[in-house]
């Protein structure tokens, strides 16, 4: 692996890197969080889209291996000064950095920069197309729920009904979830309202796997997962969503739809809109992984740096 | 043609173990406050066994006092190898705050893993004491480190390779010497 673009990942592959998470989450335990494996390495978070979890926890998974790590974000950048993307990733390699993470709002420019700078880039969500490290930290968080925490390595997550609620046109967490999950054995339904549900393919699935309309259909079949994504506001800008009122309607995790599902976990990338995607009583519940899901952002961010700047031999393990 | 030849079999490392063992317990007074870490992957097995014969001698439960410590994080080497997939670390629940710490390896060799280990253990915590146990001391020293128990000590020219069979992961017991020069 010489980048992390993309959440299609070979299932071996993946499975490796959530056992190098697995070995990095146990610094969690520890007094010193601190590992010598990047020393002197320095990776620069090149973020032109806003963010603080996953910018801040990028940030932490780079000091925690000691490696240096900067923060560029394109407000007051030079980036708002007109600088194209392709000179703004060029000006950072030609300061000697060994790897960049990077956020933008254009899809595909992660891997456009990859192209252009020659060093290691990890994609931390690129418009309405990828968000890899999502994807690694759900199928973590979600492996060590249903598995149990220290039988999770090695597994994949076979035979797990996942169910992907909300925007999913629009949502690069949907995207990535929908690649991985399924390479790691899951099964997953997109539910989403008509007009946010991606347009078909030829046999009928959407992002390569199986789209339902109905969120009570799909609660009445006990999926061992709901995801509830974001709504997100910035992005559909009151063009095509239902109101916010009919989307609390039908696809709203709902108290009355929690009781429904005492089995399932219930899982959402952040930030959350509580009372439109959720209740109050499903973010903060037993089932919750929400916070699990954070502190797993730092152990999977841990392992994807570390496997792309650990060795100046490139990524063969 | 690549020469190789065993020089320790089953019952000779069953031996130098059980001497091993006899030899912690001695330096150290008896059973108190020891812990064992073995150094993945052979060493995790070599303390498990030692485990098993401190138990039988002294009637205390090692195997809750026995662990792994992975170095691959503190290795100096990290840039000029492929990448290196970690193992687990395991402390036992006494931890190792004024513990005295037994690491536990196959080969002692440039002594570099031992000086990673130093410092992997010194971020998890402040032991009493650190003493080291190898099945085999191959010599070649890179750093001042020595072992406090050796099971055998294998003088070897720089081009041989040593390697160590355990029954546990390579399905026998065994020491082997060969000849790198092919």
Same mark, same amino acid.
């Given at each position: ?10 299932? +071996? ?9 697995? +070995? ?7 007094? @010193? ?23 801040? /926890? ?18 007051? /950048? ?8 392709? +000179? ?61 925490? +220290? ?38 339904? %997109?539910?989403?309202?008509? #007009? ?46 239902? #109101? ?16 429904? %599902? ?56 | ?98 513990? @005295?710490? @037994?690491? @536990? ?29 190898? %099945? ?19 003088? /070897? ?7 160590? %069979? ?17």
């Amino acid at each position: 692996m010489k980048h992390l673009l993309t959440a299609a990942l070979p299932r +071996d592959e993946a499975i490796a890197l959530l056992d190098l998470a697995e +070995d990095m989450h146990q610094i969690q335990d520890r007094d @010193v969080k601190k590992l010598p494996a990047l020393r002197g390495r320095t990776v620069v978070n090149l973020f032109f889209e806003d963010s603080t979890r996953t910018r801040s /926890s990028f940030e932490i998974a780079g000091k925690w291996l000691s490696a240096d790590v900067i923060n560029v974000s394109g407000k007051g /950048s030079s980036a708002s000064k007109g600088e194209s993307l392709r +000179d703004t990733g060029l000006t950072i390699a030609a300061m000697g950095v060994d790897g960049v993470v990077v956020r933008s709002g254009s899809s595909g420019a992660p891997a456009l920069l990859a192209d252009w700078i020659g060093r290691p880039v990890v994609n931390a969500g690129d418009g309405t197309h990828e968000h890899p490290t999502q994807a690694l930290l759900d199928a973590f968080a979600l492996r060590r729920r249903i598995h149990g925490a +220290d039988a999770s390595r090695g597994k994949g997550l076979d035979g797990v009904r996942v169910a992907i609620v909300g925007d999913i046109a629009h949502s690069r967490v949907a995207r990535s979830n929908a690649l991985l999950l399924p390479a790691l054995g899951a099964a997953v339904t %997109l539910v989403g309202p008509p #007009s946010l549900l991606p347009p078909p393919a030829a046999d009928g699935t959407r992002l390569g796997v199986r789209a339902e309309t109905s969120l009570d259909a799909v609660i009445a079949e006990q999926p061992d997962a709901l995801m509830l994504l974001r709504v997100q506001l910035e992005r559909q800008a009151g063009k095509v969503a239902p #109101s916010p009122a009919e989307y609390i309607t039908g696809w709203s995790l709902t108290d009355e739809r929690l009781a429904r %599902l005492p089995k399932a976990q219930i899982m959402h990338p952040g930030p959350m809109n509580r009372g439109l995607e959720l209740s109050s009583r499903a973010a903060d519940g037993e089932a919750s992984t929400v916070l699990e899901q954070v502190t797993a952002g730092v152990s999977v961010r841990m392992a994807v740096l570390y496997s792309l700047l650990a060795s100046d031999q490139g990524g063969s393990r | 043609m690549t020469q190789s030849r065993i020089v320790l079999g089953p019952d000779e490392i069953a031996r130098a173990l059980t001497r091993i063992a006899h030899e912690i317990l001695e330096a150290n007074h008896g059973p108190k406050d020891l812990v064992l870490l073995g150094i993945p992957t052979r060493g995790v097995h070599l303390a498990e066994r030692l485990a098993a014969r401190l138990t039988d001698i002294t009637g205390e439960d090692f195997a809750a006092r026995t662990g792994a410590l992975d170095i691959t994080m503190h290795r100096d080497d990290l840039r000029a190898r492929p990448t290196r997939a970690p193992h687990p670390t395991r402390i036992p629940a006494v931890g190792i705050d004024d513990q @005295v710490i @037994v690491l @536990v390896d196959d080969v002692l060799y440039s002594g570099r893993t031992i000086r990673a280990a130093l410092d992997a253990l010194s971020d998890l915590g402040r032991p009493r004491a650190v003493r080291l146990a190898v %099945l085999v001391d191959r010599g070649h020293r890179e750093l001042p480190i020595r072992a406090d128990s050796v099971g055998k000590n294998l003088p /070897s020219a720089r081009s041989e390779h040593v390697s160590i %069979l355990l029954d546990e992961v390579d399905g026998e017991d065994a020491v082997v010497i060969e000849d790198g020069a092919a």
